[in-house]
């Protein structure tokens, strides 16, 4: 065991490691199409516990080689970490998520014919790597008998497109990165990344949407131009990349991880109650992470689960010591919590969107005028924190100067006499006009201190469609559900309701003009009101 890995199993709080191991490096893969991947094999001193499968886009080096390679190995696993297709050596041009269905289930295929497997095997991966164990849990074979999926999407096209919007500011940066991490000079990879926020904002800026982009990436990422052309996620052409039906086959047990400030935390929610309601054995957790900080924050707490997973499942070694099917941490208490399920069981308490920009316990009464502010797609609402793939503008952060815009309508509580615990998702219902039929709209529920200064908590946006209500001047109900919490708010503290129409570069805006979203480049501002009378427009919360 080298000293990096020493190194990080103390800073990780890993059991201790139990074997040396050794690398076979540069193996070769053969696919049905006759490209071949490559692999690395890592193989402890001793029999092996059982083989761990790691199929990923970012190569097969640190930081991905020991959180997913020798940390197991370490510990008697043999791990085969391979390369997909078109990238660190494996064959053909990279498609990101097309081709991982076949090409999992070929790689198994040469797995069983290997004097050196074990007979079976579970997988384990983030992002990514998480995809790539959806694509084998789609059609599960028969010798994968546990997996660990740490913030992984089941399906692209909901990752990119599930609001009605492009969720540019993620996947373009991604894009960007992608394209160069193979660059020779770790230094200058680095000098990239460090300077990616000043590269990518003229891009993120810019119209057309397509075009834009282009400029940004030279033809290296020709996949982005795809994903913006193609913004109905019931497109035949999204279909590869779908794996819905990985939620259907409950017989792996499945260890989820997911991050409150995760930009794919909606699915992994979505991933635990399905196959929870599937009969599967399946477990979750989520922290208080970025999707970036799962790694890095989250990165102790989660190799000792998922080797705790393994040892049941697949080793065979230990019993569960999980004590509860779901483990969440709880912000703003600052502590983890053990829970039956998840959402647990709670009452909804209702706040009124009031006049006066209160956000009262009682509703306004019936002469009270609705609340009224423009939003311009020229000049569009900054996304301040929130789940964004970038963990240095995302996550939680001090969204005071929001709250202050002219573009914004604005709500907030009286202090609260006792703290006030969520657990679960938070529903917003407006009763919203607007002049122009094309709009977006956008929410978020933040916590405001005794000194004024307001934080993040829940975010929530939508891509109208023409000809309901909510388009047209005289307003009709806008339902949104925010993103999933558990979070206390303490006494004294306030809470605020912000409504915007763009949450920028978090989403690619609305132009307003109804022209596809790659091509459009002129912008039609807009004139919203949000009814208060009556209680026409509230927020629900699911408070524990």
Known sequence: MGIVDRIASRVLRLPPATTGYTVERGLRVPMRDGVELVADRYVPDGPPLGTLLVRGPYGRAFPFSLLFATAYAARGYQVILESVRGTFGSGEDFEPMFREVDDGADTVAWLREQPWFTGTFGTVGLSYLGFTQWALLADPPDELVASVVLVGPHDF?????????????????????????????RLRRLVRQATAARRLGPALDALPLGDAGERLLAGRAPWYRDWVAHPDRRDPWWEPVQLERALDRPRVPVLLVGGWQDLFLEQTLDQYQRLRDAGADVAL??????????????????????????????AGTGTRRRPARVHVHVTGAGEWRHLPDWPPATVDRTFFLADR?????????????????????????????GRLLDDRSGGYRDDTALAARDDVASWVSDPLPADLEVLGTPVVELVHGTDVAHVDVAVRLSQVDRRGRSRNVSDGYVRLVPGDDATTPDGGLVRLELDPVAHRFPAGARLRLVVAGSSHPHWARNTGTGEPPETAVRTVASTRTVA?????????????
């Open 357 to 385: 920009a209160r956000l009262a316990q009682a509703p306004a009464g019936p002469d009270a005028p609705a609340v009224t502010f423009r939003s311009d797609p020229a000049v569009p609402t900054p996304s301040i924190g």
């Open 157 to 185: 096209a909901r990752a990119t497109w599930g609001t009605g919007a492009f969720t540019v500011n993620d996947f373009l940066g991604w894009s960007d990165m992608v394209a160069h991490q193979e660059d020779p000079g």
């Open 285 to 314: 957790t989520v922290g208080p992470w970025t999707h970036v900080e799962t790694l890095s924050k989250g990165g102790g707490l989660i190799t000792r689960e998922s080797l705790d997973w393994l040892g049941e499942h697949l």
């Open 532 to 544: 208060v009378a009556e209680g026409a427009s509230r927020l629900v919360l699911p408070v524990g």
